[in-house]
């Protein structure tokens, strides 16, 4: 590939999706910051850039539900994954001090991750704003100084601006999982150190039973199960369809039998992406 490689992510420069791209992708790398989920799977699949870099799964906040359905209508491989650790600071303009903040903008996630320090500091009020790294960008575009955003110290090194308090989170367990998104899945699986992982979505009927007939496709044959998650099917009130993650890969026997078993019982099947484990 010549040139730098193209990826989107949703955010301002300084997210913390900037940092996971840059994990998974190094730093030669040419960027579209994407307002929405939705923009960022649009730019992909139009040819726009290489690669999408999508948040999933937060240990505190738990799964971003939107780009689980995203996942499914965009049907843009899975290729890899990684995990940032999240810490969130204060930040303000150069000339401000903590005694100045009057409020605190950040995205929603953010600020719900950061409840004792508000609780502790009455005085600072908790605004939602659309990114972490944008809340930065909009501090500093600003002449307020008593306005402070809550995100990466690599955001506030990218804008220039102040960190007050570092570390402001309730639980240093704050962890983030990322998916690598391409248009096209690689012929073989990638090499790597984390074990091989599938993603896969399917719809069963509503009857009983039916979930646990599924999931003894892949008990019957020892395939370890990491996450299932459910999300409601469009158009069937009170019906699911669910996501589901096993270590493995489907060329390997014991997998390809379980997923040709799981489809005996299913009305929708889609493999989503075979990567390695992050590690």
């Known amino acids: 590939m010549s040139g730098p490689i193209r990826a989107s992510f949703q955010g301002a420069r300084g997210a913390f ?13 040419e ?6 989920f939705l923009d960022m799977f649009e730019a992909l699949a139009a040819g ?3 690669y999408a870099v999508a948040p999933i799964e937060n240990t505190l906040a738990g799964s971003v539900y939107e780009n689980y359905d995203h996942l499914l209508n965009f049907k843009l491989p899975i290729i890899a994954e990684t995990r940032i650790r999240i810490v ?7 000339e401000a001090e903590f005694a ?8 929603p996630v953010a600020l719900g991750q950061c409840i004792e320090f508000f609780k502790q500091h009455r005085e600072i009020r908790a605004e939602s704003f659309y990114d972490t790294g944008g809340s930065v960008q909009a501090v500093m575009e600003g002449d307020d100084r008593t306005i402070a955003a809550i995100a990466s110290s690599t955001a506030a090194e990218l804008y220039g601006a102040k960190i007050l308090v570092k570390s402001i989170e309730d639980n240093s ?35 009983p039973g039916a979930l ?8 019957l044959r020892d395939v370890s199960l990491t996450k299932i998650e459910s999300r409601p099917l469009r158009g069937r009130p009170w019906e699911y369809l669910f996501y589901l993650d096993f270590l493995g890969a489907p060329s390997e026997r014991r997998c390809e039998n379980a997923l040709n078993h799981l489809a005996e019982m299913t009305e929708l099947l889609a493999v989503l992406g075979t990567y390695r484990q992050a590690v």
């Open 17 to 29: 999706s900037e940092e996971a791209g840059r994990k998974l992708l190094g730093d030669d790398l």
């Open 31 to 36: 960027l579209l910051p994407c307002e929405r």
């Open 48 to 50: 726009k850039v290489d």
């Open 88 to 94: 969130h600071n204060l930040i303000a303009r150069p």
């Open 100 to 107: 100045d903040i009057t409020r605190a903008i950040s995205h």
């Open 173 to 207: 367990e704050n962890f983030t999982r990322f998916y690598l998104l391409a248009r096209e899945a690689p012929a073989e699986p990638p090499a790597g150190e984390g074990e091989l992982k599938t993603s896969i979505a399917f719809s069963t009927a509503n009857v």
């Open 212 to 219: 646990y007939k599924c999931m003894a496709a892949f008990a």
